[in-house]
């Protein structure tokens, strides 16, 4: 599965990543490389978190669309 993840540039620098369709799948990084390494091992984790649970696995349904404005 394919799932959307939003990195944000924070003002020191340093990048934060969430996936919108795994609620509390967070992670960071110095750069951005690192803060998507975390994010693919988060997921992962949290995919094996819920399995391990027995719970239900969200099918990714966000989209991202990057829009020029002026």
Known sequence: MNYLVIIE???D???S???PDL???VSCGDTMPEAEQA??????????SL???GEPIPRPT????TVHAG
């Open 9 to 11: 540039q924070a003002a």
């Open 62 to 65: 966000s989209k991202a669309l």
């Open 51 to 53: 399995r391990s649970h």
């Open 23 to 25: 609620p509390g799948c």
């Open 39 to 48: 994010i693919r091992e988060a997921i992962t984790l949290h995919i094996e």
């Open 17 to 19: 990543a969430y996936v």
């Open 13 to 15: 620098g340093s990048y």
